[in-house]
């Protein structure tokens, strides 16, 4: 049967020591490349930090250790004390990276801002970890748009130290070839979005934890997402999922739930993708509000915040 990554595909698209070919009539953001950097996106070196900048990702942190205990999943607790991310300022790379290695064969690599989707791939593919070279700042303390340094090392990278989640990442790299191929890359970036950036886990029975880092990188949205009634809590469908419309800017009406991280593996990497990409049309099936028949449901939510117009009306996140 093929897989995710069908590793009887012999073409140079399976060669992942060096950067795929980007068929024409594949639609990407469109990215201008920064001229200081190279195909591969890769920043020279990580950006000195100042001390301003260090006091930002400390209080960052301490804000969201506040919130995180019985909420973020035990495997991202584990991770930020094996990691011990809270050593004082931004973690320098070249030591975050010789303690990946060791516990996973990972490192993190810095990157300038959002890098273009086969890149992205190759670097997950290779298990490198691309991390925004830059940190918010006061003003943006709150929210940024574009994913920095304390999102993607914060909310990403301890979750590198869990085996199997570790396998599944390299394993979604290797997967954005066929998504290409078949020009189904928005499909397989709505897999993303509600595993790694919005999945929630189902730790023990009436136990819902997040491990998204977009979850698990803000104070309100993994209180929100785990104990609010407006959000549908909606256990994993790959195929359902990969359907579905996501919200960007605000908080999500609907999550994803896995029973454990070997779940997860399963349902993706040891799913027939060419089958799905094939039946799979340019654009998505389902609303982010909906709940369909297929559904095994855990929460059915009010969708309150949602309805009454989300962050851009102050609605309270209930």
């Known amino acids: 049967m093929a897989t995710?990554?069908?590793?009887?595909?012999a073409d140079s698209d399976q060669?992942?020591?060096?950067?795929?070919?980007?068929?024409?009539?594949?639609?990407?953001?469109?990215?201008?490349?920064?001229?200081?950097?190279?195909?591969?996106?890769?920043e020279p070196k990580q950006t000195e930090y100042d001390s301003e900048d260090d006091a930002i990702w400390d209080d960052l942190f301490a804000r969201q250790m506040k919130v995180l205990p019985g909420r973020a999943a035990s495997?991202?607790?584990?991770?930020?004390?094996?990691?011990?991310?809270?050593?004082?300022?931004v973690p320098e790379f070249g030591t975050l990276s010789e303690e990946l290695d060791k516990l996973t064969g990972w490192s993190v690599v810095p990157v300038p801002m959002l890098i273009p989707d086969h890149v992205f791939f190759w670097h997950l593919a290779n298990r490198r970890f691309p991390a925004g070279n830059f940190i918010r700042t006061r003003e943006t303390f709150d929210y940024i748009q574009e994913p920095d340094v304390f999102h993607d090392v914060f909310g990403h990278v301890p979750m590198l130290t869990d085996p199997v989640y570790a396998d599944y990442m390299q394993e979604y790299g290797r997967a954005g070839w066929k998504a290409m191929r078949y020009n189904r890359l928005k499909a397989l970036g709505a897999l993303y979005w509600y595993t790694v950036e919005f999945g929630l886990l189902l730790e023990a029975p009436g136990d819902i934890r997040a491990y998204g880092a977009g979850i698990l990188s803000g104070p309100t949205e993994v209180v929100y997402a785990t104990e609010a009634q407006s959000p549908n809590r909606i256990m994993l469908n790959v195929d359902r999922v990969m359907r579905t419309d996501y919200v960007i800017s605000d908080l999500q009406p609907t999550y994803f739930v896995i029973?454990?991280?070997?779940?997860?593996?399963?349902?993706?990497v040891e799913?027939?993708?060419?089958?799905?990409?094939?039946?799979?049309?340019p654009g998505f099936t389902y609303a982010n509000t909906a709940v369909i028949d297929v559904d095994?449901?855990?929460?059915?939510?009010?969708?309150?915040?949602?309805?009454?117009?989300?962050?851009?009306?102050?609605?309270?996140?209930?």
């Open 75 to 89: 495997a991202f607790m584990e991770g930020t004390e094996k990691l011990d991310l809270g050593r004082g300022g």
């Open 259 to 268: 029973e454990s991280f070997e779940d997860l593996y399963r349902q993706t």
């Open 4 to 9: 995710l990554t069908d590793s009887a595909q």
């Open 271 to 281: 799913r027939d993708f060419d089958k799905l990409y094939r039946s799979l049309g």
């Open 15 to 42: 060669d992942f020591s060096r950067l795929p070919h980007l068929p024409a009539d594949v639609f990407t953001a469109p990215l201008k490349r920064p001229e200081h950097v190279g195909e591969d996106w890769l």
């Open 296 to 318: 095994y449901v855990v929460n059915e939510g009010t969708l309150e915040y949602t309805l009454r117009g989300g962050r851009g009306s102050g609605a309270d996140a209930v």
